[in-house]
């Protein structure tokens, strides 16, 4: 994936941010005088150290440095789904919940992505975390996770909806996700809910179609980029009689 | 996509950008001293003006937007595809180019992405810019584009290989995409080539591998939020005969 390493090298101003990155030395750089601090003429290997089994451990670490450097969205992730007929389909959604045994996504189950499911549940993820560290290393990270999509039980995701902001539950209320809507009717609708809100006419109760699923990961891949060095990769997969995660790195 | 919504609402110093977002009047907050400025107690939509007919246009503008607002990674990408036995993965990518008819990107052929492309030739991409305006307003912005991809003729993407910074063509040289490895073979791989740069060995031409595939979209769907107001969103699909564009506004 080149395609993060031109990016990085061309971004701007990203500010000034806490972050520790593990390399293995840079031998060939390192000997030379010449080709120091050069893109054009210098060139290395990132190092991924993975210190453990789990890579739920690894995703939870590389997302808390993404947070405390204050990378804009962290819990945002791009999710595929595919149709029986194999169209594939991709939209970003958050991160609400991570599970011992797999991350929770919400949403409206009108939506494409529902029926997607229904029809073929499993599902592949995306994150991206992009910063600039505070010795000003530029650092681009990506997670990919694949495996079966289930949906939750109402009660296992009720505190989800509770603790949505206003806006969100209106939302939920007003919007069938992915139709087609006349602007000026949607926000007529949302006026009339709002107003019933002011009144106390209303508390918004969870709606039938406000549904959350869990992607239980059975393959995980970590993609970690430092300045103008070339990608590393660590795939892990499970096995599927213990459960058990095996990983090994793979060729950017 | 209540999902971005939250996000935004916990997103933290994101710096100060310039940038214009064009809304509808919010009557409902104007009119209520009561629940201005408080998520917890204020809504409204979110509105995308269409100026034009043609989707890559605004595509153009708001891409060019998020570079002025100094957002990170702003020609990134995640591209979904699909194997023939429906197995769906994604990764992220850099948009190489913006032509008339489609969108370029760049990969190995040996990767999982390029046999998903041979055998299901369609795919997914879906680009994400989320950043603070002059005017202390978060926006988050999603452009989703589906439609075939073919393979390019050689001649129409050596000039992009031949551009590449001499990491990444090292890169293309010594990585087979997504084949396991491990770390000191491709470091002492890496290290050799790189001393055939040094002593003017080679000059790394394009490998057979690198390849470029253009997207030619049919749909495109345009998802814009700012702070915490409801997300506007509109899809725009090509006439098939005619090849003119029409577009609707979605619910989110």
């Avoid at 939870?60 to 594939?88: D, H």
Wanted: glycine content about 4%; hydrophobic content about 35%; overall charge negative.
């Amino acid at each position: 994936m080149t395609v993060l390493f031109s990016s990085i090298l061309t971004s701007r101003s990203l500010g000034n941010f806490s972050f520790n990155v593990i390399n293995k030395a840079c031998a060939c750089l390192k000997s030379s005088t010449v080709f120091r601090d050069s893109m054009e003429t210098a060139s290395d290997l990132t190092y991924i150290e993975v210190k453990d089994d789990n890579p739920l451990d690894l995703f939870r670490e590389w997302q808390q440095e993404a947070k405390n450097c204050a990378t804009i969205m962290p819990a945002t992730f791009c999710l595929a789904t595919v149709s029986k007929e194999g169209k594939v389909s991709a939209r970003n959604l958050i991160l609400r919940r991570l599970d011992e045994d797999g991350f929770v996504m919400m949403t409206d189950r009108r939506s494409r992505k529902s029926q997607n499911l229904s029809e073929v549940p499993s599902a592949a993820m995306c994150f991206l975390w992009a910063y600039k560290n505070d010795t000003g290393e530029h650092v681009a990270r990506q997670v990919r996770i694949e495996g079966p999509v289930a949906e939750m039980k109402k009660e296992d995701y009720q505190e989800l909806y509770d603790s949505e902001p206003l806006p969100c539950k209106i939302r939920s209320h007003i919007c069938h996700q992915g139709k087609k809507v006349e602007w000026d009717e949607l926000k007529a609708s949302h006026d009339r809910v709002m107003q019933s809100v002011v009144d106390g006419k209303t508390d918004l109760p969870m709606p039938d179609h406000f549904v959350a699923y869990k992607l239980e990961p059975l393959t995980m891949e970590f993609y970690g980029q430092r300045d103008h060095l070339i990608a590393d990769r660590v795939s892990f997969a499970k096995d599927s009689k213990t459960g058990a995660w095996n990983h090994h790195h793979l060729a950017a």
